[in-house]
């Protein structure tokens, strides 16, 4: 359904605001009851965490007594087997009134390395405004934002118009491998006209953010053949075209001399321009002094709206145990990240073309195991409007539009599924929250003004009709 957009109730802003300051020590302490709970869905993790994970999901939003039902469900994966349990939770709205589904996952990364994290990573430690541990931001920070952004509906909405869907994925991090069967089979359940994602991050501290676009992405896997055995380097090196050299050759030819990328056909997206410094730039990426940066474009249009190559993987010998021998054959694996309106197949078409096109020498090319996901590019419309005056009102600077070079496949699902729905992309996390790194944290007032953000978009929808 359509619903007319009318101007936020800054009536609305006062009281949200003392609700979240009465509430917000009780979220605190329940977030970091979440974070004790290593509930990671990857295989050599004990997959029982990720039951007690998604019991103690379930039992926080059934003790609100606002939905009709609150389930674990599952789905099978394509290879058959169960996925990892997720909450799927709905409550029936009036006639005419907004059907809003809140999207969020209870899983997280592994913990990483020990020995570089500062605190222990599943025991939630309080340093300054800032919750530290494993899942603080990503994303258990969403479910907290979702709870009690409705605990907020029901405590100051004189009456509740509201349809509300509720679902917690337990696999994200790992893929989310069951979702389109998971998708399938609560299809009804799952039906809304918004869809809220909170999954995603803002643009500083002080600055909330929607996120209206993702890149798309493919990867290939790939071998280059030029010999039927090894050689001898010295014996017959000189006229010898080894494979090694070949794939270099045929990996610098991805990009060209000022690093953009050269693979015809791809297309870009032209994004919103918001300022960054290329010096913020470099200490984000951990770029050395002396080294330059990469393309012609700004740093947020070749960052969000271009194509960008990278190669995350070579099978060859190591130094080690390197022996002056010329390679056979060699296999690498290349990432291609695209621009949000690129279609992924066509991206990995145009990607296996150029490969075959300049490899050099007559060398043999065979393709392995890829891989591929769609971008996102949002729709403009009431929602989003009602999200940026809604975030404006909670945070000390007005919202701002984002993107991100990174990809999240699964909100193409979600298009696809409800084409009719608006997506928002949320999130509480910001640049220091170091979502999937050692010291993960969660900025304290960013999850505050996102509860009451949350919580002013769902009392103005209760009050639109179609």
Known sequence: ????????????????????????????????????????????????????????????FEAIHFFDFVDIRKAAKPNGELGSPA????????????????????????PGESELWETDPFQATLKGDRLFGRGASDDKSGIITHLYALRGLLELAEQVDLGVTLFIE??????????????????????????????SGNWTEDIPALTTTL?????QTFTVTTLDHAVHSGMFGGPLPDAMTVMVRLLASLTDSNGDVAIHG????????????????????????GVSTLGTKSLVQQNWGEPAVTIIGIDAPTVAVSSNTAQPSITARVSLRLSP??????????????????VEFGARVTFGHSEKGPGFLAKEGWSSALAHEAFSAMWPNPSVSIGIGGSI????????AFPDAEILVTGVEEPDSRAHSPNESQHLPTLKRAIGAE?????????LRS
């Open 1 to 60: 359904m359509s619903f007319k957009q009318i101007p936020l109730n800054t009536a609305l802003v006062e009281p949200v605001e003392n609700y979240v300051s009465g509430i917000f020590p009780s979220a605190i302490g329940l977030l970091g009851e979440l974070v004790k709970i290593p509930g990671i869905a990857w295989e050599s993790f004990d997959p029982n965490n990720l039951e007690l994970s998604a019991q103690k999901v379930k039992s926080a």
């Open 87 to 110: 909450i799927l939770a709905r409550r029936a709205g009036s006639v005419g009134a907004p059907h809003v589904l809140l999207y969020a996952h209870h899983d997280v990364q592994p």
């Open 170 to 199: 337990g696999e994200e991090e790992a893929g989310s491998e069951s979702f389109e069967n998971f998708l399938e089979e609560n299809k009804a359940d799952l039906a809304a006209d918004l869809i809220i994602v909170a999954d």
């Open 215 to 219: 890149r798309g992405m493919v990867s």
């Open 266 to 289: 791809l297309k870009s997206t032209k994004v919103d321009e918001i300022p960054i410094s290329d010096e913020d730039f470099r200490a984000a990426a951990g770029i050395l002094d």
């Open 341 to 358: 309106d690129q279609d992924p197949t066509e991206g990995l078409e145009l990607l296996r073309k150029h490969l075959l096109e300049k």
């Open 409 to 416: 496949p699964f909100i193409s699902s979600f298009a696809s």
């Open 455 to 463: 919580a002013l978009m769902l009392l103005h929808g209760n009050q």
